[in-house]
Nanobody, 125 residues
Framework: QVQLVESGGGLVQAGDSLRLSCALS????????MGWFRQAPGQEREFVSA????????YYRDAVKGRFTISRDNDKSTLYLHMSSLKPEDTAVYFC??????????????????WGQGTQVTVSS
């Protein structure tokens, strides 16, 4: 059984940086493509960023391009999201997700098989 555990969230000020981590256990991490999603209060969950199993392909939603960087360390079975120049509109619960689909649709929650419990990121103005 795959388990995903996020960490690194917190309360920061606008313009600050934060790094989220997501540790996968139970299976071989490198077998999965990975993604980050977020959900703000009263809003739908939305795609943030994704990375292929080998890190060779990365994807971002337009609103975070140039500010967020996704990466992975397959030896440590860990996914990262480095967030810089944070804005109040980045406030949300951030979830990591894992996909073993060959036809991986990175931009939708339906493209993933396993989810973490989420970590809160709050950006004050």
């Amino acid at each position: 059984q795959v388990q995903l555990v996020e960490s690194g969230g917190g309360l920061v000020q606008a313009g600050d940086s934060l790094r989220l981590s997501c540790a996968l256990s139970g299976r071989t991490f490198s077998a999965y493509s990975m993604g980050w999603f977020r959900q703000a209060p009263g809003q739908e969950r939305e795609f943030v960023s994704a990375i292929s199993w080998d890190g060779g392909n990365t994807y971002y939603r337009d609103a975070v391009k140039g500010r967020f960087t996704i990466s992975r360390d397959n030896d440590k079975s860990t996914l990262y999201l480095h967030m810089s120049s944070l804005k109040p509109e980045d406030t949300a619960v951030y979830f990591c997700a894992a996909s073993y689909y060959s036809n991986w649709r990175y931009y939708t929650g339906q493209g993933y098989n396993y989810w973490g419990q989420g970590t809160q990121v709050t950006v004050s103005s």
